[in-house]
């Protein structure tokens, strides 16, 4: 299958950032941040590593550059960062080759990095993958069988590929690890479980996605030692989802008149 859909709520997201980063403002992060082609020579060498032997730093990189690709828009931050950890680097280097033929059973996910692909169908059509695009399997053991065949378009096609198995269990490991909150039925606030350090005594659940209104409301509830940065965050993006400032000045006055919540405004 191509293009995985994911994402059916209509709820807003505040942007994902690593909670305990260091050494935001490194000069050198910035300048390589700066210069693109750089940034990729850095990506591909992460890449070419044995995902035994990626480090850290080498995850952190990946993650950089992974969450600006169209496959990963809709993934939380710890599942990009765990198919980051997996994934491993394919290129075809002439155009025309073919990649998969119409039948062929899949074993694993993949997204195009460079380059592009079209797939002719048995009915004639044909569709066109480039640069961001996935394809391959869903998050299930069950086998499933290519549609159609894929060939290269342009040489130098490259692609990362997560192989079934990892694919499977990293998405229904985060499934596993939601927490939904409901209100008169209705999904209001989405939250996942993360454990920060392997000893796990910093663990709880971070603010994924909600709607404008409980997001806000969020502001003056307790919030997880995981999930510190929730108050900044808000304030840095809450014009995205809020028409006016003016509804978070009169939810402040509405809570400071609230002796119950004062202290918290």
């Given at each position: ?176 690890n939601m927490q939904k909150v409901e209100e008169e039925g209705e999904i209001v606030m989405v939250k996942e479980h993360r454990e920060l350090d392997r000893t ?66």
């Amino acid at each position: 299958a191509t293009e995985s859909e994911a994402g059916d709520m209509d709820l807003s997201g505040l942007p994902e950032t690593a909670v305990d980063s260091e050494d935001d403002d490194d000069e050198e992060d910035i300048e390589r941040a700066s210069d693109p082609l750089m940034s990729r020579d850095i990506v591909r060498d992460c890449l070419e590593k044995d995902p035994i032997d990626r480090t850290d730093d080498d995850i952190e990189q990946l993650l950089e550059f992974m969450h600006q690709l169209p496959a990963f828009a809709n993934m939380t931050m710890s599942v990009r960062r765990e198919l980051c950890a997996v994934m491993v680097f394919a290129v075809v280097e002439r155009a025309g080759t073919i990649v998969l033929n119409d039948g062929e059973e899949l074993d694993s996910w993949s997204v195009i990095l460079n380059g592009s692909v079209e797939v002719t169908y048995v009915d004639g059509r044909t569709e066109i993958l480039c640069m961001g695009n996935s394809f391959g399997v869903s998050p299930t053991m069950e086998k499933e069988y290519m549609k159609g065949v894929m060939r290269t378009k342009v040489d130098d096609c490259q692609f990362v590929c997560i192989a079934q198995q990892d694919y499977c269990r990293i998405l229904n490991q985060v499934e596993k690890n939601m927490q939904k909150v409901e209100e008169e039925g209705e999904i209001v606030m989405v939250k996942e479980h993360r454990e920060l350090d392997r000893t796990g005594t910093r663990k709880g659940h971070i603010v994924i996605k909600g709607t404008a209104e409980r997001l806000t409301m969020h502001l003056v509830e307790e919030h997880s030692v995981v999930d510190p940065t929730f108050i900044e965050d808000f304030l840095l993006t809450y014009r995205t989802f809020l028409s006016s400032p003016m509804e978070v000045g009169k939810k402040l006055l509405e809570w400071f008149n609230d002796p119950s919540l004062r202290d918290k405004v």
